[in-house]
């Protein structure tokens, strides 16, 4: 069975500090793909990272950056110095490589930044 | 680019009644889905389709029927609205090749009185 588990549901910081946003993830497959959505308070669904599962390589984006490691089936999610505009519902998810297969996604983390 | 399109934006049902949640996209994607969003619940799909003519159940598909007549539409109908389907509904597209990211429609947020 595949599946998606953010055990983080709800997590408050205050501005600057970093936070961390835990997925891990279930699949019998050998290739799969990984995804990482924010959805702010105005409520749209904003694609932010893909990883595929043959690239171990961290990834770092401004402030955001991506821990993704195979040995634990995670795929973890780091704001540095974080700003009162990354409040937000964030969702990781997992894509199948059969094209003919759904899209699973985590019950999502609420992250609260406070001023 | 309008991306993909949802409509309506908001919308009270009775209970009992019908109504089609409208779903467009226009960025020739072969999978579209479903989902409902609730609190505590996340994003659970209802249906998708990876092509015209083609669609299957998700995890929540109850309640639901969905149709894929066109590359660009794909439709979700309530058949007899219940409070239970209060909810905020998401459609989303993506292509069908390995990896690609689904884009989303803005949402529907229907209240079943």
């Known amino acids: 069975a595949q599946k998606v588990t953010q055990a983080q549901t709800e997590i408050s910081v205050v501005e600057k500090e970093d936070v961390t946003l835990d997925c891990v993830y279930e699949?019998?497959?050998?290739?799969?793909?990984l995804f990482w959505y924010k959805q702010p308070p105005s409520g749209e669904l904003v694609f932010l990272i893909r990883?595929?599962?043959?690239?171990?390589q961290n990834e770092i984006s401004g402030r955001y950056s991506w821990n993704f490691q195979k040995s634990t089936s995670s795929f973890n999610f780091t704001i540095t110095a974080s700003q009162v505009v990354d409040s937000a519902v964030y969702f990781c998810a997992l894509r199948p490589p059969d094209r003919d297969d759904k899209i699973i996604f985590g019950k999502g983390t609420r992250l609260h930044i406070l001023p | 680019n309008a991306g993909v399109t949802q409509t309506p934006k908001f919308q009270v049902l009775k209970t009992g009644q019908s109504m089609t949640l409208q779903c467009a996209q226009d960025m020739n994607h072969e999978y579209m889905s479903w989902y409902r969003q609730d609190p505590g619940m996340g994003l659970r799909l209802i249906h998708y389709s990876v092509g015209a003519g083609i669609t299957d159940q998700g995890e929540v598909p109850n309640g639901y029927n969905v149709s894929r007549s066109t590359t660009e539409d794909f439709p979700l109908r309530l058949l007899s609205a219940a409070p239970s389907q209060t909810s905020v509904y998401f459609c989303?597209?993506?292509?069908?090749?390995?990896?690609?990211?689904?884009?989303f429609g803005q949402g529907t947020r229907l209240t079943v009185v």
């Open positions: 990883r595929n599962s043959f690239d171990e």
């Open positions: 989303a597209s993506s292509y069908s090749g390995p990896g690609t990211e689904a884009f």
């Open positions: 699949t019998r497959d050998t290739t799969y793909y």
